[in-house]
Structure formats: structure tokens, C-alpha cells
């Protein structure tokens, strides 16, 4: 079983910025999949997708509501995975969950496309 681990959530203002973590004790991302998601989800709402990233080119991909704003990075060394968020917004607010898909794709954006998920950690961005 993978374990993904987030952190870094907090409370910020808007405008502000947030960098999150994902890492996977033990493991190392390239041998479970070679694809980190960082999804969202606010109350009521679905769970939805912020980007992605390629672990071994670091090609990405972002939803469009996060294009400009939100930055996604790796370290190879430390395995960790990074969402580096500037500019925030109070409708950023939501849970941040990291995920993990087998392949090479970043292009898929379904919560069904990816096979292992962290717990979350909150971020919540006051106006």
C-alpha cells in the first residue's frame, strides 16, 4: 500500500502564498507511478483536479481556474512533490489532497485516473 503524506496548509490571506508537500515515507515516487496530482475539494463541492506532474520529466498540467498562480515542483533527492500557491484566493479554500497514477500522462483529470490518495491537509484563504 503507498502511503502519501501532505502537508503545509494553513491559513492565509488573500493574496498570499502557501507551499504543500507530498511525500511517500519509505517509497519513492518513481516506482509506484510516475504521475503526482494535487487535487481540491471544498465543502459541498466535488473533489476536482489542480495539476499534475510528470515525476521523470517533470512535464505538468493545470486546471485553468490555477494557470498562472499555482506552480507544481518535485525533488528527487528529498521525494517530495511540491504545490507551491501564490496568489490565493478565498475560493481556493478547499482540502488539499495529493495523488499518485501509473504512467506518463498528465493529461488525465479524473479522480478515477489516479490509484493512491493522501489524507489532505486544509487551506483556507480569508478576503
Known amino acids: 500500500q503507498v502511503q502519501l503524506v501532505e502537508s503545509g496548509g494553513g491559513f492565509v490571506q488573500a493574496g498570499g502564498s502557501l507551499r504543500l508537500s507530498c511525500d511517500a515515507p519509505?517509497?519513492?515516487?518513481?516506482?509506484?507511478?510516475?504521475?503526482a496530482g494535487w487535487f481540491r475539494q471544498a465543502p459541498g463541492k466535488e473533489r476536482e483536479f489542480v495539476g499534475a506532474?510528470?515525476?521523470?520529466?517533470?512535464?505538468?498540467n493545470y486546471a485553468d481556474s490555477v494557470k498562472g498562480r499555482f506552480t507544481i515542483s518535485r525533488d528527487n533527492a528529498r521525494n517530495t512533490v511540491y504545490l507551491q500557491m501564490n496568489s490565493l484566493k478565498p475560493e481556493d479554500t478547499a482540502v488539499y489532497y495529493c495523488?499518485?497514477?501509473?504512467?506518463?500522462?498528465?493529461?488525465?483529470?479524473?479522480?478515477?485516473?489516479?490509484?493512491?490518495w493522501g489524507q489532505g491537509t486544509q487551506v483556507t484563504v480569508s478576503s
Open positions: 495523488a499518485l497514477r501509473r504512467g506518463f500522462n498528465t493529461q488525465p483529470t479524473g479522480v478515477r485516473d489516479y490509484a493512491y
Open positions: 519509505g517509497r519513492t515516487f518513481g516506482t509506484f507511478g510516475s504521475v
Open positions: 506532474i510528470n515525476w521523470s520529466d517533470g512535464t505538468t
